[in-house]
């Protein structure tokens, strides 16, 4: 079995990257790591079961309880865990556990020194009775004599016994269970930026079919029907009423917008007729011909509405924006007594009951390549990848381009290009965007595939009050279950999670579609209602985001993730660069090392075949006559005795 998954620092893995079994065949021969390759490969299949199919915890029993003669023991009974590696631990009768040798030897383990007994005061102190996984080598025989270079010395272990001990850790040890809101949470990045962009998305969204209608119908006239003079009449006849009094408080100040706002849209729906359909306008709603004393309403009502104090009435500034257009673009396009004629998609903006003012304006623009920005950064750093073709269609949307923030009073007016490329922004980036939370929702629902280096399996939570244990918790340790432990925290919610998930994961991608604007004849465009109210999200993907994110009585909340952005130094970058060149240069030499070994065999192979060669002889000995005493040998030629030397005075002979 290969190991590709090393620590990232010349490490090998505990886990195999791909599994390799033996294969025999006659006439094998066999050695001990073609037995022990299948042996490594049925352990590791099992463990991988183990921790995919079920995931770490307690199979069954493994209960603690206290002593029956109390002190500082529990009892734990027999049963089967399974720890984060998949190992089986199988404890075969009851232990008596003895927490406070085994907090003792977590204290000098972690001081480093023994400090006496661990019965000093402070009041109860809180534990986790933990079973660890052990391999103990036994059985050890003598080898038989083989020819391998470096023999082992002695008896060798024949056996690994499988068996566990009790340690003591933190009380608060981490849960292996998975929260699908965790994945959904990190695809979202930090809640509360993504709740802002989500909310400007919204604000955003409730004005896209507005602005489409605007923009394709510029000159033409706007429904005015019953429900337009209901909300006329009952507008101007509050106005009316609640019009003496001073600076209003903020939930009148709330009411009086919102009444400013009914009455300017019916007046601005009046204002796209022409004289004719004034006319009978008047004749089919006899109200409307109060319409030049209602400017004059609306004009006070807005000067009373300047003096009040608007970050206390709209705490939301999203929907500050909104209410100070209103206040804006009524006394600039409705007040004056013909209205304002030079603004017809300002006005026809305002008769759907959405008035777009150039601060309001400079706003959606900031807030569109925010969105963006928002997108494409989660994209990059998520990883779902379910939909294909986000990033480019996300990439795609021509933005308008920013604009200075104007004063909050700014009348400034806008071209139809311009409103037909922020509808058309609009439109793609907040069908994006349900694009990109579609897909993250419908992502958590897989628990992920998780490498922990924690092997140990939490058995309870025990408390000691000195030396004695007074008292023993089992119940919130992870049980394995059908399905693993990852699924057993939020089972109760899968089944409501799956069928939101098949509507909307397996239903055709979000696409916006423009209103319907007829050819002839008055545009029927609705009224927007409760535009400065914040109501709940609706919907399959609101419900399936909330209950991901929502936890339920006694579930673990979703775990949030603190993202780090790490850049690379120039140093480290210049170093990388060097050792690549010198890894290439080591290449370059090693191969031609490799050619001047090869020279040398050749040289060498040529030398050998020289040697084994017989010496070639000059030529051939004559015959001995017949009878003639044989000749001596060849030999070298016999050295001439030297005559002894005579020493000289002082020497020895």
């Given at each position: 079995?290969?190991?590709?998954?090393g620590?990232?620092?010349g490490?090998?893995?505990?886990?195999?990257?791909?599994f390799?079994?033996?294969?025999?065949?006659?006439?094998?021969?066999?050695?001990?790591?073609?037995?022990?390759?299948?042996?490594?490969?049925t352990?590791?299949?099992?463990?991988l079961h183990?921790?995919?199919?079920?995931?770490?915890?307690?199979?069954?029993?493994?209960?603690?309880?206290?002593?029956?003669?109390?002190?500082?023991t529990?009892?734990v009974?027999p049963?089967?865990?399974?720890?984060?590696?998949?190992?089986?631990?199988?404890?075969?009768c009851?232990?008596?556990?003895?927490?406070?040798?085994?907090?003792?030897?977590?204290?000098?383990?972690?001081?480093?020194?023994?400090?006496?007994?661990?019965c000093?005061?402070?009041?109860?102190?809180r534990?986790?009775l933990f079973?660890?996984?052990?391999?103990s080598?036994?059985?050890?025989?003598?080898?038989?004599?083989t020819?391998?270079?470096?023999?082992?010395?002695?008896?060798?272990?024949?056996?690994?016994?499988e068996?566990?001990?009790?340690?003591?850790?933190?009380a608060?040890?981490?849960d292996?269970?998975?929260?699908?809101?965790?994945?959904?949470?990190?695809?979202?990045?930090?809640l509360?930026?993504?709740?802002?962009?989500?909310n400007?998305?919204?604000?955003?969204g409730?004005h896209?079919?507005?602005l489409f209608?605007?923009?394709?119908?510029p000159?033409?006239?706007?429904?005015?029907?019953?429900a337009?003079g209901?909300?006329?009449?009952?507008g101007?006849?509050?106005l009316?009423?609640n019009?003496?009094?001073?600076?209003?408080?903020?939930?009148?100040?709330?009411?009086?917008?919102?009444h400013?706002?009914?009455?300017?849209?019916?007046?601005?729906?009046?204002?796209?007729?022409?004289?004719?359909?004034?006319?009978?306008?008047?004749?089919?709603?006899?109200?409307?011909?109060?319409?030049?004393?209602?400017?004059?309403?609306l004009?006070?009502?807005?000067?009373?509405l300047?003096?009040?104090?608007?970050?206390?009435v709209?705490p939301?500034?999203?929907t500050r924006?909104?209410?100070?257009?209103?206040?804006?673009?009524?006394?600039?396009?409705?007040v004056?007594?013909?209205?304002?004629?030079?603004?017809p998609?300002?006005?026809?903006?305002?008769a759907?009951?959405?008035?777009?003012?150039?601060?309001l304006?400079?706003?959606?623009?900031?807030?569109?390549h925010?969105?963006?920005?928002?997108?494409?950064?989660?994209?990059d750093l998520s990883?779902?990848?379910?939909?294909c073709?986000?990033r480019?269609?996300?990439v795609?949307v021509?933005?308008p381009p920013?604009?200075?923030?104007?004063?909050?009073?700014?009348?400034?007016k806008v071209?139809?290009?311009?409103?037909?490329?922020?509808a058309?922004?609009i439109?793609?980036l907040?069908?994006?965007?349900?694009?990109?939370?579609?897909?993250?929702?419908?992502a958590?629902?897989?628990?992920p595939?998780?490498?922990?280096t924690?092997?140990d399996?939490?058995?309870?939570?025990v408390?000691?009050?000195g030396?004695?244990?007074?008292?023993?918790?089992f119940?919130?340790?992870?049980?394995?279950?059908?399905?693993?432990?990852?699924?057993?925290?939020?089972?109760?919610?899968l089944?409501?999670?799956?069928?939101?998930?098949?509507?909307?994961?397996y239903?055709?991608?979000?696409?916006y579609?423009q209103?319907d604007?007829?050819?002839?004849?008055p545009v029927?465009?609705?009224y927007?209602?409760?535009?400065?109210?914040?109501?709940?999200?609706?919907?399959?993907?609101?419900e399936?985001?909330?209950?991901?994110?929502?936890?339920?009585p006694?579930?673990?909340?979703?775990?949030?993730?603190?993202?780090?952005l790490?850049?690379?130094p120039?140093?480290?970058?210049?170093?990388?660069?060097?050792?690549?060149?010198?890894?290439?240069?080591?290449?370059?030499?090693?191969s031609?090392?490799?050619?001047?070994?090869?020279?040398?065999d050749?040289?060498?192979?040529?030398?050998?075949?020289?040697a084994?060669?017989?010496?070639?002889?000059p030529?051939?000995?004559?015959?001995?006559?017949?009878?003639?005493?044989p000749?001596?040998?060849?030999?070298?030629?016999?050295?001439?005795p030297?005559?002894?030397r005579?020493?000289k005075?002082?020497?020895t002979?």
């Amino acid at each position: 079995m290969g190991t590709g998954c090393g620590c990232g620092c010349g490490g090998a893995s505990a886990r195999p990257s791909a599994f390799v079994r033996p294969r025999f065949f006659a006439g094998q021969l066999l050695t001990e790591d073609d037995l022990g390759l299948l042996v490594d490969y049925t352990t590791a299949k099992n463990r991988l079961h183990n921790r995919s199919l079920y995931g770490p915890g307690v199979v069954r029993g493994l209960e603690v309880a206290c002593a029956p003669c109390g002190g500082g023991t529990v009892v734990v009974r027999p049963g089967h865990a399974l720890d984060p590696e998949g190992h089986d631990i199988v404890v075969p009768c009851a232990e008596s556990v003895d927490v406070r040798a085994l907090v003792q030897e977590q204290r000098v383990a972690s001081l480093g020194a023994d400090c006496g007994e661990p019965c000093d005061g402070g009041g109860p102190r809180r534990y986790g009775l933990f079973v660890r996984y052990e391999e103990s080598q036994v059985e050890p025989v003598a080898p038989y004599a083989t020819e391998e270079p470096c023999p082992s010395p002695g008896c060798v272990p024949s056996r690994l016994r499988e068996g566990f001990r009790f340690v003591i850790g933190r009380a608060d040890a981490d849960d292996h269970r998975h929260n699908p809101g965790t994945l959904l949470l990190a695809a979202l990045g930090d809640l509360t930026r993504a709740e802002d962009v989500r909310n400007r998305d919204r604000r955003l969204g409730r004005h896209v079919d507005a602005l489409f209608a605007a923009s394709l119908a510029p000159g033409r006239t706007f429904r005015f029907d019953a429900a337009d003079g209901k909300r006329y009449t009952e507008g101007l006849a509050w106005l009316r009423e609640n019009g003496d009094g001073g600076t209003p408080t903020p939930q009148a100040a709330r009411t009086t917008t919102e009444h400013v706002r009914a009455v300017a849209a019916a007046i601005a729906r009046y204002d796209t007729y022409d004289r004719a359909g004034q006319e009978q306008l008047l004749r089919d709603y006899p109200d409307l011909a109060g319409v030049p004393d209602a400017r004059g309403v609306l004009g006070a009502a807005c000067e009373r509405l300047a003096g009040t104090d608007t970050e206390a009435v709209w705490p939301n500034p999203l929907t500050r924006s909104i209410a100070r257009a209103v206040v804006t673009e009524t006394r600039a396009r409705i007040v004056p007594a013909q209205g304002d004629p030079d603004a017809p998609l300002e006005v026809r903006l305002l008769a759907q009951g959405t008035p777009l003012s150039h601060a309001l304006q400079a706003e959606f623009r900031a807030d569109l390549h925010l969105v963006r920005d928002w997108l494409l950064g989660r994209l990059d750093l998520s990883t779902v990848d379910t939909d294909c073709a986000l990033r480019s269609d996300t990439v795609r949307v021509d933005l308008p381009p920013p604009l200075p923030t104007p004063p909050p009073d700014s009348v400034e007016k806008v071209t139809a290009a311009d409103l037909r490329q922020i509808a058309e922004a609009i439109a793609a980036l907040t069908t994006a965007v349900r694009r990109f939370l579609t897909e993250a929702a419908c992502a958590a629902l897989s628990p992920p595939h998780s490498d922990t280096t924690d092997t140990d399996v939490l058995l309870a939570r025990v408390e000691l009050d000195g030396c004695d244990v007074v008292r023993v918790c089992f119940a919130t340790r992870e049980q394995v279950l059908p399905g693993g432990s990852a699924y057993g925290e939020w089972l109760p919610k899968l089944y409501r999670l799956r069928e939101l998930a098949g509507r909307l994961c397996y239903g055709p991608v979000p696409r916006y579609r423009q209103p319907d604007i007829p050819a002839e004849g008055p545009v029927p465009r609705p009224y927007a209602e409760a535009l400065l109210d914040d109501p709940p999200p609706t919907g399959d993907l609101e419900e399936m985001l909330c209950v991901l994110l929502t936890p339920a009585p006694g579930e673990t909340p979703p775990k949030a993730l603190h993202e780090q952005l790490r850049t690379t130094p120039s140093e480290v970058t210049d170093s990388h660069r060097e050792l690549a060149l010198l890894r290439t240069r080591v290449t370059e030499l090693t191969s031609a090392l490799d050619g001047l070994r090869a020279e040398l065999d050749g040289v060498r192979e040529q030398a050998g075949r020289a040697a084994d060669r017989p010496p070639e002889r000059p030529g051939r000995r004559p015959k001995e006559p017949e009878g003639a005493p044989p000749s001596a040998p060849a030999g070298p030629p016999a050295r001439k005795p030297r005559a002894p030397r005579t020493p000289k005075s002082g020497e020895t002979a």
